[in-house]
């Protein structure tokens, strides 16, 4: 529980490009600083023997006041050795060896005073202690009269030889200072490398972890604040609110999705308006034929029946009556259809009703036209009357259905009592409508008539379908469902289409 307390904020996308942000910037300055100082360290190195060299330059005029009037102090110039000699380690960078010797020699090249830890005796020439290249050195820089020549060689053990002139108050050479040292070893070298190493790294790195962190935070902060808006704007689409828009001017990659994605927004919505008004032209086409079908043949009977009677009222009165009673019926039966094809102009759902409210309505004037007892039983969330809970898409769907297998039920099924039941999950939304007519054979019939076939496209645009279960004397239940929100995708339609699948190839109830 602790470790998930700790860890929730990099779950974060602002979380996570805040770590990301952090941990390279320590990284890069580490591998930089790295860099750098293997390059310092190397190029020190390779300096080194100048280095040495202009140390002993340095040096030499001091000697210089030890010779009086050419004569050297050997007791003072041995003192100011040990001085040198134990100041020598804190001069060079990348050794703290002392010299093998450090030596005051005549213009003859012979030791006036040494020190150091193989020290050269007094009074012996140093030409012995140095190599074939170290003695010509000595020579030129003795022979020098200027005392301008300063020279340092490495010797074939690796050693150091440092020669400077010790120049007199006249400008005579006086002698020189020799200094022989060893070359600092690769331990050496990686133990000064790890010291300033460790010292910088602690440094370097809260350095950079705070830059990091700071500059991560300020970044992401900026990034998840546009994802939000992107977010906003993509959750009121998923509502159905089009109008909604992902403000980005930005010519960045998510500037250019926000505006993509308005694009996007702009054509559904134009699709939407174009479907509703492809569904306005279906609903009147159906309305045209329902028309034709039924008050028009109506009217038409009417308009024999009063023909004929006109005809037989000079011959025959009782017929004539008959016709006009006849008439009378044929008239009352289109008001009656006119009366149904009014209702269904006027969605229930629209109507400031609640859903239940509008069914439970519907049922009751339909038992009143038909004479066919119709029950509404809801179950499950719906059951609070009055309380919209569905959006109107989803009402409008199952009205249109509950309308059309009410009128199925009165032209085919010679029924006496219809059950509708209504029920309601957090998911979905079922409808259904069962008879005790007379019911027909599913597997005699190849294709479901133009009722059956609208209402399973009102319930696949939901993300639902419709099933058929019917058999001869035993009635007819259609179950009709969706999701409970409308929304419908891919995987729901497949799913909704394998569970319907066993009424597919069903007629259902055939519409003459």
Not at 199 to 209: L, Y
Not at 255 to 273: D, I, S, V
Not at 471 to 482: E, H, K, N, S, W
Request: charge should be neutral; include cysteine; aromatic fraction near 4%.
């Amino acid at each position: 529980m602790l470790m998930k307390r700790f860890t929730r904020p990099f779950r974060q996308l602002r979380g996570k490009l805040t770590l990301s942000y952090t941990l390279t910037s320590v990284v890069t300055f580490l591998v930089v600083e790295l860099i750098v100082l293997g390059a310092a360290f190397s190029f020190i190195s390779f300096i080194n023997s100048s280095i040495v060299l202009n140390s002993l330059k340095q040096d030499s005029p001091l000697a210089a006041h030890y010779f009086v009037q050419g004569v050297p102090d050997r007791e003072a110039l041995t003192n100011w050795l040990y001085v040198m000699n134990a100041a020598v380690p804190n001069q060079g960078p990348l050794s703290e060896n002392h010299p093998t010797f450090l030596a005051v020699v005549d213009t003859q090249g012979q030791t006036i005073a040494s020190v150091g830890t193989h020290p050269v005796p007094s009074d012996t020439p140093i030409q012995a202690q140095l190599s074939t290249q170290s003695r010509a050195n000595l020579n030129t820089v003795l022979n020098d009269v200027k005392g301008n020549t300063s020279v340092v060689s490495q010797d074939a053990n690796g050693t150091l030889v440092a020669i400077t002139p010790i120049v007199g108050d006249s400008g005579n050479v006086q002698g020189a200072l020799v200094m022989k040292t060893t070359q600092p070893d690769m331990l050496q070298l990686i133990s000064a490398f790890l010291r300033v190493i460790i010292v910088t790294v602690i440094i370097v790195t809260i350095i950079a972890a705070i830059a990091g962190s700071v500059f991560g935070y300020l970044t992401a902060r900026g990034i998840t604040r546009r994802l939000k808006g992107l977010s906003v704007a993509a959750d009121r689409w998923g509502r159905g609110d089009f109008s909604a828009l992902a403000h980005d001017n930005s010519e960045d990659e998510l500037g250019q999705t926000a505006r993509q994605l308005n694009r996007m927004a702009e054509q559904l919505q134009n699709l939407l308006q174009a479907r509703q008004k492809l569904a306005t032209l279906e609903e009147r086409n159906r309305l045209a034929r329902d028309l034709h079908d039924s008050v028009k043949q109506q009217v038409f009977a009417v308009a024999m029946q009063i023909g004929a009677t006109k005809v037989l009222l000079k011959r025959d009165v009782d017929a004539a009556e008959a016709r006009l009673n006849e008439a009378e019926k044929l008239i009352h039966h289109a008001q009656q259809e006119l009366t149904s094809l009014i209702r269904e102009l006027r969605p229930v759902a629209l109507e400031g009703k609640g859903f239940v409210a509008a069914l439970r309505e519907l049922a009751t004037e339909w038992t009143q036209q038909t004479n066919i007892i119709a029950n509404l039983r809801v179950e499950g969330a719906e059951r609070t009357q009055g309380t919209q809970v569905l959006p109107l898409t989803v009402e409008e769907a199952l009205f249109r259905v509950a309308q059309e297998a009410l009128s199925n039920v009165v032209r085919h099924s010679n029924a006496t009592l219809v059950q509708l039941t209504l029920t309601t999950t957090d998911e979905t939304v079922t409808l259904s409508v069962a008879d005790n007519g007379q019911g027909f054979d599913t597997t005699r019939h190849g294709q479901m008539g133009v009722g059956l076939l609208s209402m399973q496209e009102r319930m696949k645009a939901l993300g639902g379908n419709i099933q058929v279960e019917s058999a001869p004397g035993q009635g007819t239940r259609i179950v009709a469902y969706c999701k409970r929100l409308g929304i419908g995708t891919s995987d729901d339609t497949t799913a909704s289409e394998d569970e319907g699948a066993k009424v597919a190839h069903t007629g259902g109830v055939i519409e003459p």
